[in-house]
């Protein structure tokens, strides 16, 4: 049976005005907008409503109330950025969070109140510590979400409806308990129909003839009779594990302990799917209301809990759990099927250590980054600095052989770098060359060696490249732009140095 947690946030935009400003407390004021050319009251502060100012008022009129009334701008899009947000954090009481414009939140809470040991404490909770955090807010748990809807909005009673119990809820409450339009609403009353049981047991031809289907809908949403569509804000991944903890986890031991259990019930759903994961992330829930979260990556699939933890573990001493983690969160958002082609590449011959060296190569990206190992494959372009392109994973196959015509250097700079050069023209090598204030007289050469561009990738000039030696032995690659003319005069690069 399914269980929904309603919140209400009665004063969202005004609590984060007064959260960011704490010296409004105790003074009125107002968030307003311009609007069919007036400015109207969008929201008003606790202070401000006790002296009649409400929302919909003219700007003007409030301020013939509160001369000295503080105003602010309102923003029409930072509500549903505040609820995400909120969304977020609550994530710790539901995975499943939906957004209920314009200032509620709608948690499914079927499985989840065990872990708190009861609804009560699980409602009491929530509305605690979202409290402690500044928002006036109330809540309410029902099988349906119009009901709990309705009670948390509506209702004084105990905010907590037993199973079955949606009827006996929402009787005493008014027809805009149900959600319904405003211009329904106002027939009712002109009728006299001030509670909902004035006309929820009248026939459903009567309702829909007087009132319309949407009525019908609405309460047949409430009592869950109707079907309604819960979209949360948060899913959860396809592979995700979570852990809560009886009491908050301060220790480096308690946190391995948490991530050793989710990452064997995680990889144990991969095995199950012949997956591996190529990026893992671990949200550490703190009981003061923040989040902690270290990430890591393999260089191929993997499904090894051993080895897993062990690149977590080269990062448990950046998670500060300060008051204690309440709950763990594991994910793999990343996964791939470990294929044939995989298992195969494994299993090439006795002497294959292709998954020992895909496991160093994780642990030392764990320690020193990720963007520092790299493999790289031939490809295919004449330009140098283009005839590279970096691996994805060890198994990636090169479409071009690495061998070349050419005779290049052992270490290529990533862009060729200017020099100064003393040379005879129109062909001749270079006599000397000044490169980072040294200059380097020329004793051997070999060369010009031609390499142009690909039309169908850029057009420019082409290069005539040297290797070159000079008096002390050291050996470069460099080439001259374009050609030497009557009134041009090409510019020389360093673009490598032979071993």
């Not at 009560?120 to 605690?128: E, G």
């Not at 027809?175 to 009728?191: F, G, S």
């Not at 302990?257 to 893992?280: M, P, Y």
């Not at 561009?453 to 080439?479: A, K, M, N, P, T």
């Amino acid at each position: 049976m399914k269980r929904y947690v309603a919140i209400w946030f009665r004063h969202l935009l005004v609590d984060r005005v007064q959260l960011r400003q704490p010296e409004l407390a105790e003074k009125p004021f107002v968030l307003a907008a311009k609007e069919r050319g007036r400015m109207l009251v969008k929201a008003a502060s606790r202070d401000a409503q006790k002296l009649g100012i409400e929302t919909g008022m003219v700007l003007a009129d409030a301020r013939a109330v509160q001369p000295d009334l503080e105003v602010f701008d309102y923003d029409p899009l930072l509500a549903e950025k505040l609820l995400l947000a909120l969304a977020e954090w609550t994530i710790r009481y539901s995975p499943l969070v939906a957004v209920d414009l314009p200032d509620g939140l709608i948690l499914d809470g079927t499985g989840c109140p065990h872990l708190w040991g009861s609804e009560t404490a699980y409602l009491k909770d929530i509305a605690s510590r979202l409290k402690a955090s500044g928002f006036d807010v109330r809540t309410a748990m029902a099988d349906t979400i119009g009901t709990a809807w309705a009670v948390s909005r509506y209702s004084r009673a105990f905010p907590i409806i037993a199973p079955g119990e949606q009827l006996a809820a929402i009787l005493q409450l008014p027809p805009r308990a149900l959600r319904l339009e405003t211009a329904v609403v106002d027939k009712m009353q002109k009728l006299g129909l001030y509670q909902i049981k004035s006309f929820i047991y009248m026939p459903p031809s009567v309702l829909r003839r007087r009132f319309g289907q949407a009525t019908l809908e609405q309460i047949g949403k409430a009592l869950g009779n109707v079907h309604e569509a819960f979209e949360p804000v948060c899913p959860v991944e396809p592979y995700q594990e979570r852990l809560s903890s009886l009491e908050p986890i301060r220790t480096a031991t308690g946190i391995e302990i948490a991530i050793q259990k989710l990452l064997e019930k995680l990889c144990e759903r991969l095995v199950k799917d012949g997956k591996g994961l190529r990026q893992a992330v671990l949200r550490c829930y703190r009981i003061d209301g923040e989040i902690q979260q270290v990430q890591i990556g393999t260089s191929g699939p993997s499904c090894s809990a051993t080895h897993l933890f062990k690149l977590f573990e080269l990062k448990i001493s950046s998670i500060e759990p300060a008051l204690g983690i309440e709950l763990f969160v594991m994910e793999a958002p990343v996964v791939e099927h470990l294929g044939n082609a995989q298992e195969a590449l494994w299993d090439l011959s006795s002497a294959n250590k292709m998954t020992a060296i895909a496991e160093l190569l994780d642990r030392l990206s764990a320690r020193t980054g990720s963007g520092v190992i790299h493999r790289y494959l031939p490809a295919q372009h004449h330009w140098p600095e283009r005839a590279i392109t970096e691996a994805v994973s060890l198994t990636d196959q090169p479409q071009t052989d690495w061998r070349t015509d050419q005779h290049r250097p052992v270490q290529l700079l990533a862009e060729p770098e200017r020099i100064i050069v003393t040379a005879p023209v129109p062909d001749y090598p270079p006599m000397l060359f000044r490169y980072k204030g040294e200059i380097h007289r020329i004793r051997k050469a070999d060369g010009p060696s031609r390499i142009e561009q690909e039309w169908w990738i850029s057009d420019g000039l082409h290069r005539d490249y040297y290797s070159v030696e000079d008096e002390q032995g050291g050996r470069y690659w460099i080439f001259r732009l374009g050609h030497y003319g009557e009134d041009i005069n090409p510019e020389w690069f360093i673009h490598g140095f032979f071993a």
